[in-house]
């Protein structure tokens, strides 16, 4: 019936913990997303899987416009939003410039900003839950 199982079986999981997901949780997922799809441009880079880093690279590209980028509210987010909105459109020009030269270390370097929004998302909501717990 599924030619995988397994990938129709997470695909419905994952479709559910969006679903009952509240809006901070939603962002840790896009950042879970972005990173999972940048760990598979740097493996498919390795095994010169052009293809197949695209595709990834493209996709992390799509989560980060599409997703984190377009979550931001500019206008009550003020300085901070526009700053985040900056640095998501710099990451973007860094993964552009990745697929194009096949070049790791600016895929690697936006793993480490990424990483350091997303840690600091994760602490953030980690504090939020202890304060209304």
Same mark, same amino acid.
């Given at each position: 019936m599924f030619p995988n199982p397994i990938a129709a079986y997470q695909q419905v999981d994952l479709e559910s913990e969006i679903r009952g997901a509240d809006p901070h949780r939603l962002i840790v997922l896009l950042f879970d997303g972005t990173e999972s799809a940048l760990r598979q441009a740097l493996i498919a880079?390795?095994?010169?899987?052009?293809? $197949?880093?695209?595709?990834?690279?493209?996709?992390?590209?799509?989560?980060?416009?599409?997703?984190?980028?377009?979550s931001l509210n500019t206008e009550e987010g003020g300085e901070?939003?526009?700053?985040?909105?900056?640095?998501?459109?710099?990451m973007v020009s860094r993964l552009i410039h990745a697929n194009v030269h096949q070049d790791a270390a600016a895929i690697r370097e936006v793993q480490k900003l990424? $990483?350091?929004?997303? $840690?600091?998302?994760?602490?953030? $909501?980690?504090?939020?839950?202890?304060?209304?717990?």
């Amino acid at each position: 019936m599924f030619p995988n199982p397994i990938a129709a079986y997470q695909q419905v999981d994952l479709e559910s913990e969006i679903r009952g997901a509240d809006p901070h949780r939603l962002i840790v997922l896009l950042f879970d997303g972005t990173e999972s799809a940048l760990r598979q441009a740097l493996i498919a880079l390795e095994a010169n899987d052009i293809p $197949g880093r695209s595709n990834a690279l493209m996709k992390a590209i799509d989560i980060i416009m599409s997703g984190l980028s377009t979550s931001l509210n500019t206008e009550e987010g003020g300085e901070l939003a526009q700053n985040l909105k900056a640095l998501y459109d710099y990451m973007v020009s860094r993964l552009i410039h990745a697929n194009v030269h096949q070049d790791a270390a600016a895929i690697r370097e936006v793993q480490k900003l990424l $990483g350091e929004i997303s $840690g600091a998302w994760r602490e953030m $909501g980690q504090n939020i839950r202890q304060s209304t717990g």
